[in-house]
């Protein structure tokens, strides 16, 4: 068992994942969508926190929260995200954050540890704007025209707007500094069944799922819901509802073992009972670790839509609206997380996918990154129920510290 002065302390964990589920809380989850009240009041208690830790706090022009530290040697960063889906669940974020702020408390002032973890949150990874904005703008890839053109999916508020208002506007955007990192490590809850349903403490993260999404328009012709007969309708409802099971007929013949896929938000035009709908959308989302599954499911997409066209009665138009590459985690980082787990976990631990997507994957463009989970009770998440139990938050905190301080003295 190493040095007790080097390990996580589990009450401070469970105490700050406590403050930081007040800050909007909904029910027994919260409710921070990005730049929210709640959401920046969680960047400001993250930035008030690292000091303590040693490190120098920015919010920089994005809204990502970062600690750097003065110390010479190896550096690790590691973080998630502070804000939350609408009304849902209070470790989906926070969990990450506050385990990467524990192991830079417990580390960087250890006489004993050569280098420091510095820790970020990256802003706006629940995609209320876009997609991994704050993350990609560390990368480097994020432009400011992707700035411009990103809006609030909920209030259609613009992004530029939300950064002045939140007093970011004009502020410098913080990227990468090349080579200064050996890498990323993050934690999540698993936001699955496998680790709960294994009696197991931690996973080890081997991939990423990558994640496609398509806007599907719908073009038919408004009309009278009373005086249209139903053979000369061209209801682009109705079209669309039919394409939805149509997908679920064919895909299963084209796609992976793993792949998954979802329809998360429908719009009928006018969307009145009495009238039939001219036009319709719908958001569609698929993910698969093998970017050539969903580029198969893409073709078979668009010739469906070419078939419903040339029935005549809808114009089907498909758009792809965004395009995250899955990524592999470094094999060191999965030996360190499997290491800690054999002396904190009692080796409990096993090697999984994730199907989640994840800042660690846009990370992983630039550094080696490596992930961790812990159990999600009922496999629960995106919802306000989500949870953890505190011994396996106190369990998954002490992997952590022990997976940094390995990878700093790797
Ligand atoms: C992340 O929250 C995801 O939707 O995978
Ligand atoms: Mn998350
Ligand atoms: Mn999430």
Redesign the pocket.
């Known amino acids: 068992m190493p040095d007790p002065q080097l390990q996580a302390d589990g009450a401070r964990v469970l105490a700050d994942l406590t403050t930081l589920r007040g800050f909007g809380a909904y029910k027994s989850g919260v409710h921070k969508p990005t730049f929210s009240e709640p959401h920046m009041r969680s960047l400001e208690w993250l930035a008030q926190r690292l000091p303590e830790a040693g490190l120098a706090a920015e919010i920089d022009g994005i809204g990502n929260v970062l600690g750097s530290s003065p110390k010479s040697g190896p550096k690790l960063l590691a973080g998630?995200?502070l804000e939350s889906q609408n009304y849902a669940g209070w470790l989906?974020?926070p969990l990450?954050v506050v385990y990467a702020l524990e192991a830079a408390r417990v580390l960087n002032p250890a006489p004993g540890v050569n280098g420091a973890v510095e820790v970020a949150a990256w802003c706006d990874?629940?995609g209320h704007f876009g997609s991994f904005l704050g993350s990609r703008s560390f990368v480097g890839s994020l432009t400011e025209a992707d700035i411009d053109a990103a809006r609030d999916r909920s209030s259609g508020r613009t992004m530029r707007d939300a950064l002045r208002e939140v007093g970011l506007a004009g502020r410098a955007r913080a990227t990468a500094q090349r080579g200064r990192h050996i890498g990323y490590l993050e934690a999540?809850i698993e936001q699955g069944q496998l680790l709960e349903g294994g009696g197991l403490a931690i996973g080890v993260v081997t991939s990423i799922v990558g994640i496609w999404q398509y806007r599907i328009s719908f073009t038919g012709e408004q009309n009278h819901a009373g005086t249209t007969r139903m053979a000369v309708r061209r209801d682009a409802g109705l079209a669309l509802a039919r394409f939805c099971v149509a997908i679920d007929d064919r895909f299963p013949g084209a796609c992976g073992p793993r792949t998954v896929w979802t329809t998360g938000h429908i719009t009928l035009d006018p969307g009145a009972p009495s009238i039939i709908p001219g036009r319709a959308e719908m958001l569609f989302q698929i993910r698969d670790e093998d970017p050539e599954v969903i580029g198969r499911l893409e073709d078979l997409l668009q010739d469906m839509a070419a078939e419903v066209s040339a029935q005549g009665r809808c114009r089907v138009a498909i758009e792809r609206i965004r395009t995250g590459a899955p990524a592999l985690m470094d094999a060191g980082f999965q030996q360190a997380i499997e290491a800690a787990s054999a002396t904190f976990a009692g080796g409990r631990s096993i090697r999984m996918p994730s199907g989640?997507g994840?800042d660690a994957q846009v990370l992983a463009t630039i550094m080696p990154s490596g992930m961790l989970f812990v159990p999600s009770i009922g496999g629960i998440s995106h919802h306000w129920s989500e949870n953890t139990d505190d011994a396996d938050i106190v369990t998954g905190a002490k992997v952590f510290v022990d997976a940094c301080r390995r990878l700093l003295s790797a």
């Open positions: 998630s995200h989906d974020g990450g990874e629940e999540h989640a994840h």
